[in-house]
């Protein structure tokens, strides 16, 4: 099956960053598009960054021009690098992936999931 594992979240004062990182399976980084989510307390989730097997990438506005997403072929991972953060980017954030979609930030096109991993930024 489908297995992420995600890895770098915190706590951060705002400003700081964080790279998130989300380890898969060889099978499953070079055939699925792969996504970044976030939920915040009484929050809907969210789409935060994707990034296509082409390396394509599309960012949430709130995001954008702060966050990076990348893909590392050699050890089968997806990145978000996150920078200059702020309090309103506290949330879990969760790796996604599926193959059969678009490939869009929509939540319905992934049904691969990680646990997730906790990115808190305070002021």
């Known amino acids: 099956q489908v297995q992420l594992v995600e890895s770098g979240g915190g706590s951060v004062q705002a400003g700081g960053s964080l790279r998130l990182s989300c380890a898969t399976s060889?099978?499953?980084?070079?055939?699925?598009?792969m996504g970044w989510f976030r939920q915040a307390p009484g929050k809907e989730r969210e789409g935060v960054a994707n990034i296509l097997t082409d390396g394509s990438t599309r960012y949430a506005d709130s995001v954008k021009g702060r966050f990076t997403i990348s893909r590392d072929n050699a050890k089968n991972t997806v990145y978000l690098q996150m920078n200059s953060l702020k309090p309103e980017d506290t949330g879990i954030y969760y790796c996604?992936?599926?193959?059969?979609?678009?490939?869009?930030?929509?939540?319905?096109?992934?049904?691969?999931w990680g646990q997730g991993t906790q990115v808190t930024v305070s002021s």
């Open positions: 060889e099978y499953t980084y070079s055939n699925f598009y």
């Open positions: 996604a992936a599926d193959r059969y979609g678009l490939g869009t930030l929509d939540l319905l096109e992934y049904n691969y």
